[in-house]
């Protein structure tokens, strides 16, 4: 059944549809409720325990909701960033470590990243030596990168409809997977771009974690129009098994982020308005940063697996 976005999302520019769906991974319709903020349920699927929103923006619509608007949210604990750009050198030192996890795995080789937002994580490789290709469907962020940052190969749309020439010794998705409509066939796409002995790094969030299940309903990263799946670290493993992957690593460490105290304050209101309201004239923290890894995140190192007719090394 299709209906609109309205009233309960007021950071949305313009209406939105949204649509019923069920399972994608197993395609089971019975769910039990893990959270529930009208018109919105995260639904734990009774087959596969694989975690869902429903309903949420059709794909149709999907590329809508990443306009500029995201990266310029005035309601970023439900939606996007406040002044993502703006928090460059802070991105810069948490995709420092995100690079430092990419190395331990490969030392060198060509780069693609799937969601390359403004660059920052790129431009870090891009300064190790990597060779670096990105794919990004929101144009201005990826015209940031470009005019700011000097990376010329960046793709603008969706990654099917974009040409890529691989192999790729690296592909790497930051907080991405849980956003497409289809992380199957993006998978299954990525596999067909990887190298035989390359690795696919993903982070995303786990909905099992200890803070996930203590926070509830609260979570802050339950964003319902933009994160439509959950992850564990079992079913992605099974998501990966579909798409012949295998992990490697899977581990929290450095998965967090440098951030603000601005981003801090910002986020308080999703856990306490009276909190939020005591800390809003502390506006000097704007100028404070700090590390945060709430363990609530994972990052998978993945490896393909071989396939008939494949080449061994």
């Given at each position: 059944?299709?209906?609109?976005?309205?009233?309960?999302?007021?950071?949305?520019?313009?209406?939105?549809?949204?649509?019923?769906?069920?399972?994608?991974?197993?395609?089971?319709?019975?769910?039990?409720?893990?959270?529930?903020?009208?018109?919105?349920?995260?639904?734990?699927?009774?087959?596969?325990?694989?975690?869902?929103?429903?309903?949420?923006?059709?794909?149709?619509?999907?590329?809508?909701?990443?306009?500029?608007?995201?990266?310029?949210?005035?309601?970023?604990?439900?939606?996007?960033?406040?002044?993502?750009?703006?928090?460059?050198?802070?991105?810069?030192?948490?995709?420092?470590?995100?690079?430092?996890?990419?190395?331990?795995?490969?030392?060198?080789?060509?780069?693609?990243?799937?969601?390359?937002?403004?660059?920052?994580?790129?431009?870090?490789?891009?300064?190790?030596?990597?060779?670096?290709?990105?794919?990004?469907?929101?144009?201005?962020?990826?015209?940031?990168?470009?005019?700011?940052?000097?990376?010329?190969?960046?793709?603008?749309?969706?990654?099917?409809?974009?040409?890529?020439?691989?192999?790729?010794?690296?592909?790497?998705?930051?907080?991405?997977?849980?956003?497409?409509?289809?992380?199957?066939?993006?998978?299954?796409?990525?596999?067909?771009?990887?190298?035989?002995?390359?690795?696919?790094?993903?982070?995303t969030q786990n909905i099992d974690s200890?803070?996930?299940?203590?926070?509830?309903?609260?979570?802050?990263?339950?964003?319902?129009?933009?994160?439509?799946?959950?992850?564990?670290?079992?079913?992605?493993?099974?998501?990966?098994?579909?798409?012949?992957?295998?992990?490697?690593?899977?581990?929290?460490?450095?998965?967090?982020?440098?951030?603000?105290?601005?981003?801090?304050?910002?986020?308080?209101?999703?856990?306490?308005?009276?909190?939020?309201?005591?800390?809003?004239?502390?506006?000097?923290?704007?100028?404070?940063?700090?590390?945060?890894?709430?363990?609530?995140?994972?990052?998978?190192?993945?490896?393909?697996?071989?396939?008939?007719?494949?080449?061994?090394?």
């Open positions: 059944m299709a209906r609109q976005t309205t009233g309960p999302l007021p950071y949305l520019r313009d209406e939105l549809p949204l649509e019923d769906v069920h399972c994608c991974m197993c395609g089971t319709v019975e769910y039990d409720v893990v959270s529930s903020a009208p018109p919105f349920t995260v639904a734990r699927c009774c087959g596969c325990e694989f975690v869902y929103v429903t309903p949420r923006v059709p794909e149709s619509h999907l590329h809508l909701v990443y306009a500029w608007d995201y990266y310029e949210s005035d309601h970023a604990g439900d939606y996007g960033y406040d002044g993502y750009l703006e928090d460059g050198a802070l991105h810069v030192r948490t995709f420092a470590k995100k690079a430092d996890f990419v190395e331990r795995h490969k030392k060198s080789g060509r780069v693609l990243e799937i969601g390359s937002a403004g660059g920052f994580f790129l431009n870090e490789m891009k300064r190790r030596g990597f060779e670096v290709e990105g794919v990004e469907i929101s144009e201005k962020a990826a015209q940031f990168s470009r005019d700011h940052l000097g990376l010329t190969n960046i793709h603008c749309g969706r990654l099917e409809d974009v040409t890529l020439e691989g192999p790729f010794d690296v592909i790497a998705m930051w907080d991405v997977i849980e956003h497409v409509s289809d992380p199957v066939a993006i998978l299954r796409h990525l596999r067909s771009l990887i190298a035989r002995d390359g690795i696919l790094v993903v982070q200890f803070v996930a299940k203590l926070l509830g309903q609260r979570w802050h990263h339950f964003k319902h129009v933009e994160h439509i799946y959950h992850f564990s670290p079992k079913t992605f493993a099974s998501t990966l098994g579909k798409c012949d992957f295998q992990i490697a690593e899977l581990t929290a460490r450095g998965a967090g982020k440098y951030i603000s105290g601005k981003f801090f304050i910002d986020r308080m209101r999703r856990f306490s308005r009276t909190v939020h309201f005591c800390l809003t004239p502390f506006r000097f923290l704007d100028k404070m940063s700090f590390y945060v890894n709430l363990r609530d995140e994972f990052i998978v190192a993945a490896i393909p697996t071989a396939q008939k007719g494949e080449d061994k090394q």
